[in-house]
């Protein structure tokens, strides 16, 4: 069974930086052909893509959000870590992770809130 | 960058099917896939490579993609089918992943 579940900060202040950790399950991070995303959806908003990393740990990102983040893995940990720099209010929202085995998103974690306030 | 446009609302009484489109230019050469997302909770897989179902979602699920449109389609609509719906593509021209900005279906 495959389980993903997002852990971080819930609050977090302006220009400061933003850590979140993905712990998997059922399956290894080193698994052919696989891939963890980072998605995030604001309040009452859409959802927005943010990064992917491979099992062979290619990366790609968010285009328009490229210069603030970061995604890698700890095989060991079963983690995949997502940093962003430079938070703004604008980027509060809920934060998924999520598993694919092609180019779609078949197993999500529940998803964890990150507010950004002074 | 590429652009997937969906209509913000959609409304549909009980047993009627609903027809949730996803714009894009020359979609019909992407595969598209769909989410499902209930209030407070996460996404869930309901079509995937424009119209294979994932294991547990019911045929009454399915989906189409031609030319410039994309459409899921909901056969006999359940009050339990509202929520808000998603599309999906790899964009492979710059290399990530879009989504739309959503359809929100209502059940009268």
């Known amino acids: 069974q495959i389980t993903l579940k997002e852990s971080g900060p819930t609050l977090v202040k302006p220009t400061q930086t933003l850590t979140l950790t993905c712990t998997v399950s059922?399956?290894?991070?080193?698994?052919?052909?696989?891939?963890v995303s980072w998605l995030r959806q604001p309040p009452g908003k859409a959802l927005e893509w943010l990064a992917l990393?491979?099992?062979?740990?290619?990366?790609r990102y968010n285009p328009s959000l490229r210069s603030r983040l970061t995604i890698t893995k700890d095989t060991s940990k079963n983690q995949v870590v997502l940093t962003m720099i430079n938070m703004a209010p604008v980027d509060t929202a809920t934060y998924f992770c999520?598993?694919?085995?092609?180019?779609?998103?078949?197993?999500w974690g529940q998803g964890t809130l990150v507010t950004v306030s002074s | 960058s590429y652009v997937l446009t969906q209509p913000p609302s959609m409304s549909v009484a009980p047993g009627e099917t609903a027809n949730i489109p996803c714009g894009g230019n020359?979609?019909?050469?992407?595969?598209v896939h769909w989410y499902q997302q209930r209030p407070g909770q996460a996404p869930v897989l309901v079509i995937y490579?424009?119209?294979d179902r994932p294991s547990g979602i019911p045929e009454r699920f399915s989906g189409s993609n031609s030319g410039n449109t994309a459409t899921l389609t909901i056969s006999r609509v359940e009050a339990g089918d509202e929520a808000d719906y998603y599309c999906?593509?790899?964009?492979?021209?710059?290399?990530?992943?879009?989504f739309g900005g959503g359809t929100k279906l209502t059940v009268l």
């Open positions: 020359n979609i019909g050469t992407d595969s």
């Open positions: 490579y424009d119209s």
């Open positions: 990393i491979y099992w062979d740990d290619d990366k």
């Open positions: 999520a598993h694919s085995s092609g180019w779609y998103l078949d197993f």
């Open positions: 999906q593509v790899w964009d492979s021209r710059s290399d990530h992943v879009v």
């Open positions: 059922g399956f290894s991070l080193n698994n052919d052909r696989l891939g």
